[in-house]
């Protein structure tokens, strides 16, 4: 794979996968405004450090996943205004900021999901801040993801289904705050099993803090 450093990638796109990047190692980039239709706006099957993902688009409505990020290697990262327009009527994917990814000591902040995990859709997160992310129905923060040591605040699941902070996923050590489910359940998580975690000032139509969820 290649390896770049220091290098901005704007406003490429891919019918298939990987907006802005496909199978590559990347340092101190920058991927601003790409665009994949199915998986990967930002990047697709590639290693990050010390990069910055902000605006990148998976586009398809019926298919898809990862707007900053798909089937990724993550480390110090920010990932901002990312999306997946992955639709509520087809329902099989999302990850606003990152899909099918390992995120360690990142930021993911403002990205959203027409359907599943605003922040972060079926990933693994180490020291992690998951901020003001939304979800059109699961999961504003997260869904079926696997947390440690995170803080997820102030994220929204907008529409249905409920977990404006986490939905389904295992949470260990992390604090959930400010997060809100606005017409279902589990403001701070919902179906999900908690260990050694805090949840405050979350708030949902039933089960503010947390519902149907394993806490430990």
Same mark, same amino acid.
């Given at each position: 794979?290649?390896?770049?450093?220091?290098?901005?990638i704007t406003a490429n796109n891919s019918f298939y996968e990987g907006g802005g990047a496909y199978q590559g190692n990347f340092y101190n980039c920058?991927? @601003?405004?790409?665009?994949?239709? /199915?998986? #990967?706006?930002?990047?697709?099957?590639? @290693?990050?450090i010390n990069c910055t993902l902000t605006g990148n688009k998976q586009l398809s409505p019926n298919s898809g996943n990862g707007g900053g990020a798909?089937?990724?290697?993550?480390?110090?990262? $920010?990932? $901002?205004?990312?999306?997946?327009?992955?639709?509520?009527? @087809?329902?099989? #994917?999302?990850?606003?900021?990152?899909?099918?990814?390992?995120?360690?000591?990142?930021? %993911? $902040?403002?990205?959203a999901s027409g359907y599943y995990g605003g922040g972060a859709f079926n990933s693994t997160l180490t020291n992690c801040m998951v901020i003001s992310?939304?979800?059109?129905?699961?999961?504003?923060? @997260?869904?079926?993801?696997? %947390?440690?040591?995170?803080? %997820?605040?102030?994220?929204?699941?907008?529409?249905?289904?409920?977990?404006?902070?986490?939905?389904?996923?295992?949470?260990?050590?992390?604090?959930?705050?400010?997060?809100?489910?606005?017409?279902?359940?589990?403001?701070?998580?919902?179906?999900?099993?908690?260990?050694?975690?805090?949840? /405050?000032?979350? %708030?949902?139509?039933?089960?503010?803090?947390?519902?149907?969820? $394993?806490?430990?």
């Amino acid at each position: 794979n290649a390896m770049v450093s220091n290098c901005v990638i704007t406003a490429n796109n891919s019918f298939y996968e990987g907006g802005g990047a496909y199978q590559g190692n990347f340092y101190n980039c920058s991927f @601003t405004s790409n665009s994949a239709f /199915f998986n #990967g706006g930002g990047a697709d099957n590639s @290693t990050l450090i010390n990069c910055t993902l902000t605006g990148n688009k998976q586009l398809s409505p019926n298919s898809g996943n990862g707007g900053g990020a798909f089937s990724c290697t993550l480390s110090n990262c $920010i990932l $901002i205004g990312n999306s997946s327009a992955m639709s509520e009527l @087809t329902g099989s #994917g999302g990850g606003g900021g990152a899909s099918s990814s390992v995120l360690n000591n990142c930021e %993911l $902040i403002g990205n959203a999901s027409g359907y599943y995990g605003g922040g972060a859709f079926n990933s693994t997160l180490t020291n992690c801040m998951v901020i003001s992310n939304s979800a059109s129905q699961w999961g504003g923060g @997260t869904y079926n993801c696997a %947390l440690e040591n995170c803080t %997820l605040t102030g994220n929204a699941a907008k529409h249905g289904q409920g977990g404006g902070g986490a939905a389904y996923g295992t949470l260990n050590n992390c604090t959930l705050t400010g997060n809100r489910a606005d017409l279902e359940a589990g403001g701070g998580a919902v179906n999900a099993t908690l260990v050694n975690c805090k949840l /405050f000032g979350n %708030l949902a139509y039933g089960g503010g803090g947390a519902e149907g969820s $394993i806490l430990e």
